[in-house]
C-alpha cells in the first residue's frame, strides 16, 4: 500500500510538473503581449511550484526527516524571493499608474489552471495524509493556493479587460503577494 501511495504521490508531482513548465512558456507570453505584472508575478509563481514539485519528487524518493526539513526550507526561499518580486513590481505599476493591455490568452490560461491545481491539490492532500508525508501535504498546499492565485490573477485581468480596471493587474500582485509571505514563513518555520 506504501509503494502505491509514493507512485501516486509521484504521478501527482509529474502532473503538476508538466502542467507548470507549460504554463510557464504560456504565461511568459502573455505577460509581455499585455505588460502584466499579475502574469509575470503567476508565471514566477509556477518556477517556484516547479522548483517545490522537483523538490517533493527529490524527497518522495527518500522519505527521512532531514530531506523533509531542507525540502521545506527550499521551497520557503523560494517564496520569500517571489515576494520581493512582488512587492516591488507591484508599486512600481501602480506608482507609476503603468495601463497593462488586454490578455485572452492570460484569461483563458488562468481559468484552466485554477481548475487543474485544484484538482491536484485535493489528490496531493489525501496521499500526504494517507502516507503521513509533510512535504506531499504542504505541496498540496502551495498548490491549493496556486487554484487560489489563478482565481485572483483571472479576476484582475477580466476587470482590466471587461471594465478598463487597469489597477486590477496590480492588484492581483499584491493577493499573490499576501500568499507568498504566508507560504514563506510557514515553510521556513516547520
Not at 507570453?29 to 517545490?52: K, N, P, Q
Not at 489528490?123 to 493556493?145: H, S, W
Not at 487560489?148 to 471594465?163: C, D, P, R, T
Request: glycine share 10%; charged share 15%; hydrophobic share 55%.
Amino acid at each position: 500500500m506504501q509503494t502505491r501511495l509514493l507512485a501516486h504521490g509521484r504521478r501527482l508531482e509529474l502532473a503538476t510538473l508538466g502542467w507548470n513548465v507549460v504554463g510557464v512558456v504560456i504565461l511568459a507570453i502573455a505577460a509581455i503581449e499585455a505588460r502584466s505584472v499579475a502574469l509575470a508575478g503567476f508565471g514566477l509563481d509556477s518556477l517556484i511550484e516547479i522548483g517545490a514539485s522537483t523538490v517533493v519528487l527529490w524527497e518522495l524518493a527518500d522519505v527521512g526527516h532531514q530531506r523533509q526539513r531542507r525540502a521545506m526550507r527550499l521551497i520557503g526561499v523560494a517564496f520569500v524571493a517571489l515576494s520581493g518580486y512582488l512587492a516591488i513590481q507591484s508599486t512600481v505599476v501602480l506608482v507609476l499608474g503603468f495601463h497593462p493591455r488586454h490578455s485572452v490568452l492570460g484569461i483563458v490560461w488562468t481559468g484552466a489552471t485554477a481548475g487543474a491545481m485544484f484538482a491536484l491539490a485535493a489528490g496531493k492532500a489525501r496521499t500526504g495524509a494517507a502516507l503521513e508525508n509533510p512535504v506531499l501535504r504542504a505541496e498540496g498546499r502551495i498548490t491549493a493556493i496556486d487554484g487560489i492565485l489563478a482565481i485572483a490573477v483571472l479576476v484582475g485581468l477580466v476587470l482590466n479587460a471587461s471594465l478598463g480596471w487597469w489597477w486590477a493587474d496590480p492588484a492581483a500582485g499584491y493577493v499573490l503577494l499576501y500568499y507568498a509571505v504566508r507560504e514563506a514563513r510557514e515553510a521556513l518555520t516547520r
